[in-house]
């Protein structure tokens, strides 16, 4: 397959809520331009687009997919991505590839949740945007209903191409603006005709509306209207056209992804309105001597950043990278910006879904996917020799929700941690942590659904069956008041025996003093060699939990006499003497348990701070302060203890209809309340 030039390039991301329809839509999209011979259906699992075992069972996208197919001379990668919340760092991943973000709401559903993230990401990576009102066959489906809903959310940008000919299941046509004419469609084919009578009062005065909102981007044009000229569809069309690229105008189609109508119409329109690569502002890369700016030429150097990494169990990774600049041939040799290695691109290939096609050339601004990358992972750029660039994804969603694992068959852990490190290069959102004083290994991630994805896959693609646990608490013990006591080690079993006597006097420090040891000791009753192994004793005691079994921290120790055996002590006794006199005057200090506190971000409409202020409270956390931000949302800060957002995730998700989104950080340690430590009883470590 021969490179297509950048200008006959449209790279366009399907966003929006989940069950909107986007792999349908792909899937019809597919059809309808001859790409695929035949529909599948995602309640069948066989579409181009939901192929892995996980999205099969679930009849939903996980991750996103690649469905180029071709309208004349013009090549369109389409980049199917989630609905679901937890996968929202395919999305932009995708939208790092994407030059235009093309938003599926649901005639039925409306504006969701997911469709203000969606629009809200586009507008900060500057994406222009267009939206499919889809499944305007549906019983309760209302174009008028979700045109209000567009333009109360994202305001008079917002401009509708095409209204529907018949409702719900009469839904049969489009009327297209642009030309004043009426599409229908019958039996698996369409043809143009007049604007039928029933709406044509209604189309008229839309169309106005259209035409004046589009001539104003011209001032040629707009001197024509007002001359009573009507531009031609072609002239409204090309000004249209840069009113997308500038992010100023957001064209509204209509569809139905089931039955087919108006899907050639977007299919047409993507070619004719989306911005192509070379239409797209330069691109900031970073590199030795800073900021530097990579336009879309082909005849400029070789540079391509990786957004996407799939780790097939047959062929090994796959690498989708975007072709910033350049022009690339199989066998291609790249440099890694980040390992300053070679790698030998053997063999270019277009995936659709999971077919993949060889290509022998890829021209800047394409999608290409390259297999066996063997020491590149995802956000690496690749460049020319002696081109030092880096381009940088956008930042991953943080990780919300962990949940404790460990491979059900012992002897299994480095097979885990393997699979893990092979499925974090697909998805940088997951992370994982050995948590030492609870000696557990937590995997974290965006959400409930995300890390049963992961566990799936770690078994299907790695064979490593997990078993979770409950996620214990890093509780820790310190003391209120000082105390002393007396250490005395003694042993006698033949030959030399063990003694060693310490005296310790313990003190609170301020929280997050830590640990802090004095030696006191005059006359020798101790010998400094022995010291050492006084405040090993006590060290590893604290290490091992106080009365409760949690590590001891933030206290002071004095060593201030004692006394030993010229024969019989060894630091071996000494140690053991500094244990016992730590335990023994510990219990007389007045300990208490610390509990973690986090800092907790919270982002919520403004319309639902009531309700997360409320919850906050529940769980015991002090509200710091409230922000407004743009867009009509509020950003709450308050510190949470941590046993109390261990499933915040959920939780929030229900409370705002998953519109909320935060992050949380440790802060500090503070005293848990008294009628608190009884009940998360004593520390049981794995």
């Not at 035409?211 to 072609?234: A, C, F, K």
């Not at 005296?503 to 000791?521: H, N, S, T």
């Amino acid at each position: 397959m021969t490179g297509h030039a950048p200008s006959n390039i449209r790279n366009v991301v399907l966003a929006g809520h989940n069950t909107t329809g986007k792999t349908t839509l792909a899937e019809a999209l597919l059809a309808s331009t001859g790409a695929i011979h035949r529909k599948g259906r995602v309640d069948d699992g066989n579409t181009t687009c939901d192929f892995e075992p996980e999205e099969i069972r679930r009849h939903m996208s996980l991750s996103l997919a690649l469905a180029p197919f071709q309208v004349g001379s013009v090549k369109i990668n389409l980049i199917d991505s989630p609905g679901y919340a937890d996968f929202f760092d395919e999305l932009k991943a995708a939208c790092f590839a994407a030059d235009l973000m093309a938003i599926v709401v649901s005639a039925v559903e409306g504006v969701e949740a997911q469709t203000l993230a969606a629009w809200e990401l586009a507008s900060q990576l500057s994406l222009p945007r267009l939206v499919i009102v889809n499944k305007l066959d549906r019983e309760r489906a209302s174009f008028d209903r979700v045109l209000g809903e567009l333009v109360d959310q994202f305001g008079a940008g917002i401009a509708p191409l095409e209204l529907p000919i018949g409702e719900e299941s009469g839904f049969n046509g489009i009327a297209d603006l642009l030309t004043d004419t009426a599409i229908l469609y019958e039996g698996g084919s369409s043809r143009t005709g007049p604007i039928p009578d029933s709406i044509s009062e209604f189309e008229h005065r839309v169309r106005e509306q259209l035409l004046e909102g589009i001539v104003v981007g011209d001032d040629s044009l707009m001197e024509r209207y007002l001359e009573g000229e009507t531009p031609s569809s072609e002239e409204l069309e090309a000004t249209l056209a840069k009113g997308v690229a500038s992010g100023t105008v957001f064209p509204v189609v209509c569809a139905s992804a089931a039955t087919g109508v108006g899907i050639d119409r977007i299919a047409a329109l993507l070619a004719e309105l989306a911005p192509s690569p070379a239409d797209r502002p330069p691109r900031d890369a970073h590199g030795p001597s800073g900021i530097q700016q990579i336009s879309c030429d082909p005849s400029g150097p070789a540079i391509a950043t990786i957004f996407k990494t799939i780790s097939d169990p047959y062929v090994g990774k796959i690498s989708l990278m975007k072709l910033i600049s350049g022009t690339l041939h199989p066998d291609s040799v790249l440099i890694n910006s980040r390992t300053h290695t070679e790698e030998r691109l053997h063999v270019l290939q277009l995936l659709r879904g999971k077919e993949a096609m060889p290509m022998a050339e890829a021209q800047a601004g394409d999608i290409i996917s390259v297999p066996k990358l063997s020491g590149t992972s995802t956000g690496d750029t690749l460049a020319q020799k002696g081109t030092a660039a880096r381009l940088q994804l956008p930042e991953p969603e943080p990780a919300v929700l962990s949940i404790a694992i460990k491979p059900h068959s012992k002897g299994d852990e480095d097979k885990l941690m393997t699979g893990i490190h092979r499925i974090q290069d697909e998805d940088p959102a997951l992370a994982v942590l050995r948590v030492e004083e609870t000696h557990q290994t937590l995997l974290s991630g965006t959400g409930e659904m995300h890390l049963a994805v992961v566990c799936e896959r770690l078994q299907r693609k790695f064979g490593v069956e997990v078993e979770q646990e409950e996620v214990l608490v890093p509780y820790r013990e310190t003391i209120t008041k000082g105390a002393q006591a007396e250490g005395k080690y003694k042993k006698q079993s033949g030959g030399h025996g063990q003694f060693g006597v310490a005296d310790l006097k313990i003190e609170p420090l301020q929280r997050g003093g830590g640990f802090e040891f004095v030696d006191a000791i005059f006359g020798g009753a101790i010998p400094k060699q022995y010291l050492p192994a006084v405040e090993k004793g006590v060290v590893e005691t604290m290490g091992q939990g106080g009365t409760r079994g949690y590590p001891v921290v933030d206290v002071k120790v004095t060593c201030y006499d004692g006394k030993f055996h010229p024969v019989d002590s060894s630091e071996m006794s000494f140690k053991m003497a500094g244990s016992l006199a730590f335990k023994e005057a510990m219990a007389k200090a007045d300990p208490v348990v610390l509990e973690p506190i986090s800092r907790l971000t919270v982002t919520v409409p403004s319309s639902m701070q009531g309700d997360v202020l409320g919850d906050l409270n529940s769980r015991r956390g002090r509200v710091l302060g409230t922000e407004p931000l743009s867009n009509d949302l509020q950003k709450i800060l308050a510190l949470v203890p941590t046993a109390e957002i261990q499933r915040y995730a959920i939780d929030l998700r229900a409370i705002t209809g998953a519109r909320g989104r935060f992050t949380a950080e440790h802060d500090h340690y503070d005293t848990l309340p008294a009628h608190l430590t009884a009940k998360i009883g004593a520390s049981t470590p794995g």
